[in-house]
């Protein structure tokens, strides 16, 4: 008996050491990034390339990586002319290269105007939203953000930081599970599927405590009204309950009771009349 005990304990000690490994093996493969936006991040180096992000890379289905971009934050006393201030667009590639935003209306991914209160804008590259006009990055495309503001202007949208301190990053969306060779030219032949169909949205400001601290108007989509369609009905017969359920209920007794009294009525007179007819022959 002692060995069976034993054996029983060893037994249960192998299936939890197993279950552990096996649950240390299931991870989540899913990745955050921080992008602390400011000129003294050397991922803006000309001389690197750790701008380029790559994202979803090695991902099941359904998991998707995120990026906190942490907007520069200031203590109290500095000077508001020394406090870095930036608006960050995603843009096309051409946008890119030149550091110039054509488009009037750009995507705009976050503020950052607000120097003196720790701000962070949380992208998640999914391929959908459950939000309408939310933001979906699409498998196997590339993501170009950039930030054009000046030290004096902060809608600036030629040059700015861009050009002077290579204020911007590419994130590179990982191709599906599935497929092993991705088709590289849809982002090269079609640069403009590169800006997501949506805007901020899906676009979260937190704070330190995890609520909300602001949220931008995506801009207004003008589209070519169409004509309602108008589907007729039958108008629905209200039931005398429902506007005097009281009196009903009343009127139904004595329905009942009358539908009651009217149901013997045809037997007493079969009755009386076989009995009139039996009194006569008799």
């Known amino acids: 008996i002692p060995c069976a005990k034993i054996t029983s304990c060893l037994t249960l000690i192998l299936l939890i050491c197993f279950e552990t490994v096996l649950l240390s093996t299931v991870s989540d493969c899913t990745k955050s990034f921080y992008v602390h936006w400011n000129t ?7 001389d690197n390339t750790d701008h380029i992000i790559d994202v979803n890379k090695g991902n099941i289905p359904f998991e998707y990586d995120q990026v906190n971009i942490i907007c520069p934050t ?30 009037p209306n750009p995507r705009i991914i976050a503020i950052c105007d607000k120097p003196y209160k720790l701000m962070y804008f949380t992208i998640t590259f999914r391929s959908f939203t459950p939000q309408p006009g939310g ?17 004096d202007d902060l809608h ?13 990053v590419v994130f590179k969306v990982c191709c599906r599970p599935e497929d092993s ?6 982002s090269v032949g079609h640069e403009e599927s590169t ?25 207004v989509v003008h589209t070519t009204p169409t004509q309602p369609t ?21 009127n139904e007794e004595l329905t009942y009771s009358a539908a009651t009294s009217t149901n013997y009525h045809p037997t007493w007179i079969i009755v009386f009349a076989i009995s009139v007819a039996l009194f006569i022959n008799v």
């Open 40 to 46: 003294t991040n050397p991922i803006f180096r000309i």
């Open 74 to 103: 200031y203590t109290p006393g500095t000077h508001e002319d020394d406090a870095e201030k930036y608006i960050i667009y995603n843009v096309s590639k051409e946008e890119y290269d030149t550091c110039r935003i054509t488009n």
């Open 135 to 151: 933001l979906e990055f699409q498998p196997g495309q590339d993501y170009y953000f950039i930030s054009t503001s000046s030290k």
């Open 156 to 168: 600036r949208r030629i040059g700015g930081r861009c050009t002077t301190n290579n204020m911007k």
């Open 181 to 186: 060779h991705p088709n590289s030219s849809n």
């Open 195 to 219: 800006v997501p169909t949506g805007t901020l949205p899906g676009m979260i400001t937190r704070s330190p405590g995890h609520s909300p601290v602001q949220t931008f108007v995506p801009p």
């Open 230 to 250: 108008i589907i007729r009905s039958t108008p629905k017969k209200t039931k005398v309950y429902e506007k005097h359920p009281n009196e009903v209920v009343k």
